[in-house]
């Protein structure tokens, strides 16, 4: 490992695009600290610690999860990429519906620097939307000091920070898929979950009552607790490399051509199909998108407070949050839905299978062209469900734990589920793609001599 380690700063180019990567992190986590300017850190601070517990505290642990950003601490970076994520999920959904966005999508990177120029534009007005009802729920909280609470200039100042801070925090991650290495929005929210982690082990070494007997209150972490914490975290990440790793590998065998006295071709070669094609990106979509019905419902149930549907929208409002048995079930089912609707978008057949015939290759038993695309996509809708359903399960254990273990949520957030998930995800890709600049350069892997490359499939 040391001798990879040396072998990467061996390389200029590639050890530009490592130190690249850090630094525009580290400058990511630098502005997490930076306070919108006019808002009381101490009074939010504490509000925080009340609601620790409560189902806004666990939206807003989620929020904090999935966007890189935190409002508990009302930073220029407290929006994080969520306004981002949305608008891209917008523009994947349209680009399936309306024609014209479609047709730029087939356009190739012409067309694709187009959709992001949109999406880009939509993040502003996305931004402006949310930071607007931040803004308002700041000054209604009372978070806002006396001087600036009727201010003019503070609205304008939490409007235009909060864009900001997400146009940042975008503009970084472009930066780093442009002269970086790795995926910079998927590392930006790594490395905010990263970050949190530490605070999760420190509270379980504060909770840990390590004696059998006594008198307890059910929020200690007692040793059978801490031990299923420990496996869960195992667990967890052993299935994520499985599961990220795993291939459905489909023969191909190739034509053989007569060219004089000589046959060419007759190899027989394998087309894999990642298990979990979407990877993370469902559990993204699928929490980026759930933060808003527990608001909405709740804004309703004050404003229809006392009239006949009062009791419906309290019913919603209570339960849309994490570890509620409607939430949770909304939370599998986008998980589902995001997975096919990802691994539709990104997975084409028909080209596919096109590409097979025009290179004289084929799948045996299958006739080149319809049939062939017919087939791929059988078999991805099958291995595609086997990936969300692992997915599924990874997603509602941090919830379910913490309601029926008594396990504090910031705990079972961060080691043994999603958060975890994320970042065994994220920094195996990250891992893959230096692998693969030391390879093409003639050195080994992260592996070395005796273990060779990461595997990429497994049979």
């Keep these: 490992m040391l001798r990879t380690l040396r072998n990467v700063f061996k390389i200029p180019d590639l050890r530009n695009k490592v130190l690249f990567t850090l630094l525009l992190l580290a400058l990511y986590r630098i502005g997490f600290h930076v306070p919108l300017p006019g808002v009381n850190q101490e009074s939010m601070a504490k509000a925080a610690r009340t609601s620790g517990g409560t189902g806004l505290g666990q939206l807003a642990e989620y929020f904090a999860l999935f966007t890189g950003g935190d409002l508990q601490q009302s930073t220029i970076f407290g929006l994080g990429i969520m306004p981002y994520i949305s608008a891209s999920i917008i523009f994947q959904l349209l680009t399936t519906v309306v024609p014209a966005l479609e047709k730029l999508q087939k356009e190739g990177d012409t067309g694709r620097k187009k959709i992001n120029e949109y999406t880009r534009y939509a993040t502003v007005l996305l931004c402006l939307i949310q930071a607007t009802f931040w803004v308002n729920y700041m000054r209604s909280q009372g978070y806002v000091l006396q001087d600036y609470a009727d201010s003019m200039w503070f609205i304008l100042m939490g409007l235009f920070g909060l864009t900001t801070g997400t146009i940042i925090l975008m503009w970084l991650g472009e930066q780093i898929d442009e002269y970086g290495i790795g995926n910079g929005i998927s590392l930006i929210i790594m490395a905010g979950i990263v970050a949190r982690m530490p605070n999760a082990i420190i509270d379980v070494v504060r909770l840990a009552q390590m004696k059998m007997g006594g008198a307890a209150t059910g929020a200690e972490l007692t040793p059978p607790k801490i031990l299923f914490l420990i496996f869960a975290f195992v667990g967890v990440v052993a299935g994520a490399i499985l599961i990220t790793q795993g291939q459905r590998r489909i023969p191909i065998q190739q034509a053989k051509h007569t060219r004089g006295r000589r046959v060419y071709g007759g190899q027989r070669q394998y087309l894999p199909l990642r298990v979990n094609h979407g990877g993370v990106m469902p559990i993204i979509f699928a929490s980026s998108l759930l933060l808003f019905p527990s608001i909405i419902f709740d804004w309703l149930r004050n404003v229809f407070r006392g009239g006949y549907t009062a009791g419906f929208w309290s019913f919603l409002?209570?339960?849309?949050?994490?570890?509620?048995?409607?939430?949770?079930?909304?939370?599998?089912?986008?998980?589902?839905?995001?997975?096919?609707?990802?691994?539709?978008?990104?997975?084409?057949?028909?080209?596919?299978?096109?590409?097979?015939?025009?290179?004289?290759?084929?799948?045996?038993?299958?006739?080149?062209?319809?049939?062939?695309?017919?087939?791929?996509?059988?078999?991805?809708?099958?291995?595609?469900?086997?990936?969300?359903?692992?997915?599924?399960?990874?997603?509602?254990?941090?919830?379910?734990?913490?309601?029926?273990?008594?396990?504090?949520?910031?705990?079972?957030?961060?080691?043994?589920?999603?958060?975890?998930?994320?970042?065994?995800?994220?920094?195996?890709?990250?891992?893959?793609?230096?692998?693969?600049?030391?390879?093409?350069?003639?050195?080994?892997?992260?592996?070395?001599?005796?273990?060779?490359?990461?595997?990429?499939?497994?049979?």
């Design 317 to 459: 409002a209570g339960s849309f949050g994490p570890g509620r048995y409607l939430y949770e079930l909304t939370y599998i089912g986008m998980i589902f839905f995001f997975a096919y609707f990802w691994t539709t978008v990104q997975f084409q057949p028909k080209e596919m299978a096109n590409n097979l015939r025009d290179y004289g290759s084929f799948i045996p038993g299958r006739r080149p062209g319809k049939r062939t695309a017919d087939y791929l996509e059988t078999v991805m809708t099958r291995i595609t469900y086997v990936g969300a359903g692992f997915l599924s399960i990874i997603a509602v254990i941090p919830s379910v734990v913490a309601i029926w273990l008594n396990i504090p949520y910031r705990v079972s957030a961060f080691l043994g589920g999603t958060g975890l998930l994320i970042v065994v995800s994220v920094a195996l890709d990250l891992v893959q793609r230096i692998e693969a600049e030391l390879v093409k350069r003639n050195y080994k892997g992260f592996l070395g001599d005796e273990g060779g490359r990461i595997k990429g499939a497994y049979a």
